[in-house]
């Protein structure tokens, strides 16, 4: 077994993980549709949240190829792992009891969900310049739009319609240069 099957069973597990609570909130909302007051914003987020999860399991595909591994890697990848599924978790709230309104749900627990995205954006760069060697000034520049982004989130949630549009189309644009 190589160090980067080793650490990537960790960073496997955290982002199955992210992926299960994220399925799981979906079908749990699914089920109380009578209950619930559906917005698009927040399955927009919750789908951003799910390419993001897709695409640090595809980008760690490409790290194979680094023999040694430090200590400050793995637990760089497992943090950001972590961020991941602190999003997924807070992107789609649970009805326990009563309608739920998902917009509303969005702009105050979303926050939180952006919290951890925020701290997420924050590992590219390490990753991009550190580990896969690329320039430091877009490695930089890509996840700084994503940050000011979470911030927009959490500072001015009545935009989350807004937000999360424009954090779709980040996503996809993200996508479009890492895989």
Known sequence: MTQHEYIFI??????????TRLLHNAAMLTRAHDRLVFHWSSAI???????????LWWVGWG??????????DFIILVF?????????????????????DMLKE????GRLSALSMLLY?????????????NEVLPSIAV???????????ISIPAHFKLWSLL?????????????
């Open 10 to 19: 960790a960073v496997s597990i955290i982002l199955g993980l992210a992926i």
């Open 45 to 55: 987020w919750s789908g951003s949240i799910m390419l993001y999860i897709l695409q």
């Open 63 to 72: 790290l194979r190829s680094i023999e040694e591994w430090s200590f400050l």
């Open 80 to 100: 950001g792992s972590s961020c991941i599924y602190g999003a997924a978790e807070m992107s789609l709230t649970v009805p326990e009891d009563g309608t739920v």
């Open 106 to 109: 969005s702009q105050q627990l």
């Open 121 to 133: 954006f924050l590992v590219g760069p390490y990753v991009n310049i550190v580990m896969y060697n």
């Open 143 to 153: 996840p700084a739009i994503g940050m000011l982004l979470m911030v927009l989130v």
């Open 167 to 179: 954090f779709a189309i980040y996503s996809l644009g993200v996508l479009l240069v890492t895989v």
